[in-house]
């Protein structure tokens, strides 16, 4: 995507392979920070601490560790049990987001079957590379895909503005371009089509506030902040046409795990006759899950993200308290939607309903896990 006239990736290889690049999310909209991770714990450190987010990106960040990593065992000599290890840190990093372990998996089996420290090396490296240019090209097939949706429900509106909302950020920052859930919307844009976006804040870290609100606005999507109690009450009021989140994980039976309150959204979104659409590539699906309320993982993090916020004082970023000093806090951080409040998915290979029976459709090669 472009900001400020130039071409931006939120993570990158540097020019010397000793590093990789990534914008810290923790300090948008108000500061541009790249930091350079050069080992597994600064990979870890990143993923943790919120520095890349969003399910595709850790999958690719995580990717990216595995050739650190590898980059470490050619230099200090390290054995294969190390390497394993270090991948197996990764892979704990975020328990919810699928794509974290898939990717990290994908890299390792490619380095087994090399045999030199330089062949692994480099199969880690092209590796990591191809995973990240199959998921910016799944997020534009996102886009072509979920685009029909909105031009139908344009043509029903005589042209009139097409009101969405999303839900956190399911962006390029959350992937490597385009998004998720937003693919559809910038393709909508390019076509001309009358578009209007709200944005939730997203509590409690804000990522609509901070990171969908300023992707869109960087690409000149027209766009509302609303508060994440707001969307029953615009959708009461026929002001939302359409709902389109991500997800970080979602079972073979179209159950969704996503950032806390979509469910709420999605429960508003039935009762009102709102399409919920998820849109998310392949990668992101959980082939061995079948009961998303029961099986997923659910991340509690720590209290404080609740309980502080972060924002622009004059030319500083700080962070206030916002509770009493004292007030306990819970910090869940994603909900799981189930799939009988879902309208369908926005695939790389196509919309489907929330099924088993219509997911495999799309994906018949996927088998049937015991």
């Known amino acids: 995507m472009r900001v400020e006239g130039k071409d931006v990736r939120p993570i990158w290889l540097s020019e010397d392979g000793a590093a990789v690049c990534v914008i810290d999310q923790r300090m948008l909209p108000h500061e541009f920070v790249v930091l350079d991770l050069r080992t597994v714990d600064d990979v870890l450190f990143a993923i943790g601490e919120l520095v890349v987010r969003g399910a595709p990106l850790i999958g690719i960040t995580g990717a990216w560790g595995v050739y650190l990593a590898v980059c470490r065992t050619q230099s200090d000599g390290i054995d294969d049990e190390s390497l394993h290890r270090e991948c197996g840190r990764l892979k704990a990093a975020r328990p919810t987001a699928v794509n974290l372990a898939w990717a990290v998996d994908r890299v390792l089996s ?4 090399a045999r030199s420290g330089s062949e692994r090396r480099e199969a880690a490296r092209t590796e990591a ?15 072509e ?12 509106k005589n042209e009139n503005t097409v009101h969405l909302l999303t839900h ?13 859930a937003t693919a559809p919307i910038y393709a909508a844009f390019d076509r001309g089509i009358d578009i209007h976006v709200w944005v939730d804040e997203t509590r409690p870290l804000n990522q609509g506030l901070r990171l969908t609100a300023w992707e869109l606005g960087a690409y000149g999507v027209p766009h509302t902040v609303i508060t994440d109690n707001a969307g029953g009450h615009l959708m009461q009021h026929g002001m939302v046409d359409l709902v389109i989140v991500g997800t970080d994980r979602t079972t073979y039976t179209g159950d969704v795990a996503n950032k806390i309150g979509t469910y709420l959204k999605a429960l508003a979104a039935r009762d009102n006759g709102v399409p919920f659409y998820v849109a998310l590539p392949s990668s992101t699906f959980d082939w061995r899950l079948r009961d998303g309320v029961a099986e997923i993982p659910i991340e509690e993090r720590d209290p404080d993200e609740v309980r502080y916020v972060q924002g622009r004082d004059g030319k500083r970023t700080t962070r206030v308290l916002i509770p009493p000093a004292g007030s306990p806090a819970r910090n869940d951080a994603f909900d799981v939607t189930p799939a009988r409040l879902v309208t369908g998915f926005i695939t790389e290979r196509g919309i489907c309903r929330a099924s088993e029976e219509d997911i495999r459709r799309l994906f018949p090669e996927k088998r049937r896990e015991p």
């Open 129 to 143: 590379a191809a995973i990240a240019e199959e998921e910016a090209e799944n997020c534009r097939k996102i886009g």
């Open 145 to 156: 895909w979920g685009v029909s949706i909105v031009e139908e429900i344009s043509k029903r």
């Open 168 to 180: 956190c950020n399911a962006g390029w920052l959350a992937t490597i371009e385009w998004g998720t």
């Open 110 to 113: 490619v380095v087994r079957q």
